[in-house]
C-alpha cells in the first residue's frame, strides 16, 4: 500500500482543516488506517485509527471530540476532520497503514505517508 497525505496549510486557532490520504493497491479496505503527528523537536504520537468492517475509531485524548477520523474505502482515502484547532496541534501529520486493530503504537504500522504539515497560528 503507497499512501499520499495531504491538505495540511495554515489556519488560525479555532479554525477547522480537512486531511485527506489517498491510498494505492487494490487492498486498502483491509487495513486499519491511522493518523499520527509529529511536533518539531518532539515524538512522533498517535492522533486517530479507523478500523475495518465496522469502522469503529479511537482518538487521543487530546484530540477527542475535536477530530473525527474517517475513510472511503470506495475512493481508498482516509480523512481527519480537525476542529477547533489549537497552536499545539501544529505539526506534520502522517497516515499509516496497519493489520492491526485499534493500534496506537508506531511500530505496528507497515506503511505510511509522507506527512503534510498543519501550522495553527494564535
Known amino acids: 500500500v503507497q499512501l499520499q497525505a495531504y491538505g495540511g496549510g495554515l489556519v488560525q486557532a479555532g479554525g477547522s482543516l480537512r486531511l485527506s490520504c489517498a491510498a494505492s493497491?487494490?487492498?486498502?479496505?483491509?487495513?486499519?488506517m491511522g493518523w499520527f503527528r509529529q511536533a518539531p523537536g518532539k515524538e512522533r504520537e498517535f492522533v486517530a485509527v479507523?478500523?475495518?468492517?465496522?469502522?469503529?475509531?479511537y482518538y487521543a485524548d487530546s484530540v477527542k471530540g475535536r477530530f473525527t477520523i474517517s475513510r472511503d474505502n470506495d475512493k481508498k482515502t482516509v480523512y481527519l476532520q480537525m476542529n477547533s484547532l489549537k497552536p499545539e496541534d501544529t505539526a506534520v501529520y502522517y497516515c499509516?497503514?496497519?493489520?492491526?486493530?485499534?493500534?496506537?503504537?508506531?511500530?505496528?504500522?507497515?506503511?505510511w505517508g509522507q506527512g503534510t504539515l498543519v501550522t495553527v497560528s494564535s
Open positions: 499509516a497503514a496497519t493489520r492491526t486493530r485499534n493500534s496506537s503504537d508506531v511500530s505496528r504500522y507497515d506503511y
Open positions: 493497491g487494490r487492498t486498502f479496505s483491509n487495513y486499519v
Open positions: 479507523i478500523n475495518v468492517i465496522v469502522f469503529d475509531t
